[in-house]
Structure formats: structure tokens, C-alpha cells
């Protein structure tokens, strides 16, 4: 704009309203008297000049100003569905959600999410491929604490957020003591520990659970233990208890005469140790292969025997002695296999010729000596059942029949089935 020299000139802005009656109305901006004019609004701007002497006002054609603007925006931390709460505190392994207050509504925007990393000497720095309104932060993004930001464009303009801190909780140290696999002798037990800077830890394992550092265990199995630290992160150790099996044998039950000498044969470990329910004479004791003798009719022999790990097991066999001086005459074709299969052959024991008029008890014992069946005033056959009426298991039994109050006679029975 020029004007003659000597003239005086004066300028008003205006810019293009509507009123009341939807008419346009070119209102006065208010101190806006310059020939400059500086606005960030938008709107139609026109400039009216007058100038003295003898001059008219003039009004300059509209100027259309457009203001791109991105509204002011901050991060959000999102919830995951399953969370009760957002939290910018994670785990290793774990994620948070971060998202922008404001998102628009077409699609001239476009995001860039940027990271500080480390937090204390790192510059900021775009992320590869985060131009999502969204930003799932995790391990496998930033291996450690960090610092996220969002860099908004709207064609024109750019506009970043204020940063949001996430921080990656470092898990619990923790590992089992005194070491991850150990091997139990049966009914021994073994005191286990989880060393660590753990706040709390909690044992499980097949058949139990245990809260705490340490405790004694004894099952066989994986002991799991976990640790819990701050944030509530959590570490994982494990142990495995096998229990040795010791497998002793203490070898058959034998029938010898009096004053027989019975040649005991151990088997099943390192070191053996014989003894006996009532006195009996023994060659050498800690010999799997001893020599013994026994003073009474019936006698139970016990062998401890100890693995090469050091553990013990037990096994037993009975020795009964036979005086044929005690034996009943015409006695010899007394059964000794009974087979309770139905077919009716052998199905019972039958001890009448034994009991012929006489009041007598009949004892059946397994070869542990626990008794199994028992029949007072004995008049039947014994049919291979205990004393529940449930089938024996195919074996050798042993068997006594008390007669007036007094031994008559005992024996070896065995029981097939199939």
C-alpha cells in the first residue's frame, strides 16, 4: 500500500463474523491499528485504511487463515483386561500399554514414538516401526527402564508430548540349595533352601507345599521355588529328590528236620546283617551266605542289607522244623496245594483226618508271619480266602492246627490259582 506524500494514513483489521441473523459483519480487532497484523487464529482478515486530507475508507479484499493445530496431548498408561490396575512398573517378560489422550479423527495425523535410553545419558531416539497411536512396551522393545514420548504431525504442524518413565523391575535372584538334584535313602530326609534376595518364597511340589526359606523334605520329586520381589516379579528355581531303592532278599522259606543246619542266602546290596525272632546260632552274622541253626519249631529271619549309596532296606524268610516223631501216623498225604479254582478238584484244605473227634483252632499265616485267616473249632475246609472272605493271592502259607489247647500239627500250604 502507498500513499501521496503528506498524507496521513490510518489502518484497521477486521475480520469476517456472522450475526445474530446470519449476516457477515466485518468486525474491528481490537488494537489491531498497525499496518502489520500478527494472529494465530483462523478466520477471514481484511484491512480497512483511511487517509486525510479528502480521503475515503477502504477496505482491502478477505485473507483466509487457516491455523493447523494439534490439540495439547499426553500419554495415557492403559490397562491390560486382565490387570485390575495400569501400571508403568513391569517385569522382565511382562508389557504395558502406553496411548495418546487424543487421536484423530481423520487420518492427516501421523505418530512417532520416540525413547530415551538410557535414561541418563541416552538421547532420544525414533523407534522403527512405532508410528501407531499405540505402543506396547516390553523387554524385547528396551531391555531396561525408559523414557517414551510421542511426536504428533498434522501435515503442518509437529507436537510432542511430555515423556512417560517405564520401569523394568530386575527379577528376584534365587537358587535351591545345597543343589539342584539329591538322592534319599527311604524315610530319610534332607534340609533344602533357596538362597536370593527374595522378599518371600513359596515351595510346591507333587504332594505338598511349604512358605519360607527353608525346611526339611523327605518325597521323592521336583521341588519348585519361587521367589517373590519387588513389583511382585517373580523367579523360578528347581530340585529333584530321587529316593534310592534298596532291594534285599532275604531268599526262600525253608522246611529242614532238628538240628538240621540251614544255609542262609542274602542278596541285593553291599553289606548284610542276619538276626532272628528267637535265638538261633549264627556262622558269621554279617555273612549274606551264613549258616544258622534254629532252637525253635518256628523261627523268622530278619537281614538288613545296605546298598553301595549307603542305604538300608529289611527282608525276611521263615524256617520251620518237622520232628517226625510229632507227626500222626499215616499222616504222609497231607495236602500241601490247594487250587480254589471252582473245578472241584483240591479246592479246600481239608485238615478232618487231623482233627478226627477233637476241638481244634486252625491258623493260616502268610510267609510274614501275619495272620491271615483263623477258624475256631475248625470243621471245614479252608477254600485259599483271609479272614474278610476276600481271595489270597497265589503263594506259600503256613498254617497251625491247635488242638485241645496244644500243638498237632503245622505246615506249609501253597495257593494257585491259575
Not at 445474530?20 to 497484523?37: C, E, P, S, Y
Not at 484244605?349 to 502268610?366: K, P, R, T, W
Request: with cysteine; charged share 15%; aromatic share 12%.
Amino acid at each position: 500500500i502507498s500513499f501521496a506524500t503528506g498524507t496521513s494514513v490510518t489502518y484497521q483489521w477486521v475480520k469476517d463474523s456472522i450475526d445474530q441473523f446470519g449476516q457477515t459483519l466485518k468486525v474491528a480487532i481490537n488494537g489491531a491499528t498497525n499496518r502489520d497484523f500478527t494472529t494465530n487464529q483462523s478466520g477471514l482478515y481484511s484491512l480497512v485504511t483511511s487517509w486525510f486530507p479528502g480521503g475515503c475508507p477502504d477496505t482491502s479484499y478477505s485473507v483466509e487463515l487457516f491455523v493447523d493445530t494439534v490439540p495439547d496431548t499426553f500419554i495415557e498408561n492403559i490397562m491390560w483386561s486382565w490387570q485390575s490396575a495400569a501400571s508403568l512398573d513391569i517385569c522382565p517378560g511382562d508389557s504395558t500399554l502406553l496411548r495418546p489422550n487424543a487421536t484423530s479423527f481423520t487420518n492427516d495425523w501421523t505418530y512417532q514414538w520416540e525413547v530415551k535410553y538410557p535414561i541418563s545419558t541416552g538421547t532420544w531416539q525414533a523407534l522403527p516401526g512405532q508410528d501407531q497411536e499405540d505402543l506396547v512396551v516390553d523387554t524385547a522393545l528396551m531391555p531396561g527402564s525408559a523414557q517414551y514420548r510421542l511426536v504428533i504431525n498434522s501435515e503442518n504442524c509437529d507436537f510432542t508430548t511430555a515423556p512417560l518413565q517405564v520401569n523394568v523391575i530386575p527379577l528376584p535372584t534365587v537358587t535351591v540349595a545345597p543343589k539342584d538334584s539329591l538322592a534319599l535313602c527311604a524315610g530319610d530326609s534332607v534340609l533344602i533352601g533357596a538362597t536370593g534376595n527374595g522378599l518371600s518364597y513359596q515351595w510346591t511340589w507333587a504332594t505338598g507345599a511349604y512358605s519360607g526359606v527353608s525346611f526339611y523334605a523327605k518325597d521323592p520329586g521336583t521341588y519348585v521355588v519361587e521367589a517373590t520381589g519387588p513389583n511382585n516379579c517373580m523367579s523360578y528355581d528347581t530340585l529333584k529328590i530321587t529316593q534310592i531303592v534298596v532291594t534285599p532278599n532275604a531268599g526262600p522259606d525253608q522246611v529242614v528236620m532238628p538240628g538240621d543246619v540251614v544255609q542262609l542266602n542274602a542278596s541285593g546290596g553291599l553289606q548284610y546283617y542276619w538276626y532272628a525272632d528267637k535265638p538261633a546260632y549264627f556262622s558269621d552274622p554279617y555273612n549274606p551266605q551264613a549258616q544258622t541253626r534254629p532252637t525253635s519249631d518256628t523261627t523268622w529271619y530278619y537281614v538288613e542289607v545296605r546298598s553301595a549309596l549307603g542305604c538300608w532296606g529289611i527282608d525276611s524268610m521263615m524256617v520251620v522244623q518237622f520232628d517226625p516223631a510229632t507227626l500222626l501216623p499215616n499222616l504222609s498225604h497231607v495236602m500241601n496245594v490247594i487250587t480254589p479254582n471252582g473245578d472241584g478238584f483240591n479246592d479246600v484244605f481239608d485238615m478232618s483226618e487231623v482233627v478226627q473227634a477233637d476241638s481244634c483252632d486252625l491258623v493260616i499265616l502268610d510267609r510274614w508271619g501275619a495272620k491271615v485267616y483263623e477258624e475256631a473249632r475248625y470243621i471245614s475246609g479252608w477254600d485259599g480266602r483271609n479272614a474278610g472272605g476276600d481271595p489270597l493271592p497265589d503263594g506259600t502259607y503256613y498254617y497251625l492246627l491247635l488242638c485241645n489247647g496244644e500243638p498237632r500239627y503245622r505246615g506249609a500250604i501253597t495257593v494257585i490259582r491259575n
